[in-house]
């Protein structure tokens, strides 16, 4: 069974940067899309980068184009999301997000939160 570990939120002035990390484990990763989403109070789950595991093929929200970059490290069996130029706006719940035709294993999430 999929495992999914989202590390890396905090606290982080509206300019500043962060990373989250996300440790996969349960399963050999192959073609699996992994994904970054993220939920704003009040507001519905969104969709804010992705990669195929095998090859790297990225994908991003237009929200966070040029600012975030998605990146995995196959070694460590881990991806990341280097958030850079933070809005108070980014301020959510990040969570990983794993699967090979949908998302059906998610982690935790994790708390980043942008002050202005």
């Known amino acids: 069974q999929v495992q999914l570990v989202e590390s890396g939120g905090g606290l982080v002035q509206a300019g500043g940067s962060l990373r989250l990390s996300c440790a996969a484990s349960g399963r050999t990763f192959g073609s699996y899309r992994m994904g970054w989403f993220r939920q704003a109070p009040g507001k519905e789950r969104e969709f804010v980068a992705s990669?195929?595991?095998?090859?790297?093929?990225?994908n991003y929200a237009d929200s966070v184009k040029g600012r975030f970059t998605i990146s995995r490290d196959t070694s460590k069996n881990t991806v990341y999301l280097q958030m850079s130029s933070l809005k108070p706006e980014d301020t959510a719940v990040y969570y990983c997000?794993?699967?090979?035709?949908?998302?059906?294993?998610w982690g935790q999430g994790t708390q980043v939160t942008v002050s202005s």
């Open positions: 997000a794993a699967g090979l035709y949908e998302y059906d294993a």
């Open positions: 990669i195929v595991w095998n090859g790297g093929f990225t």
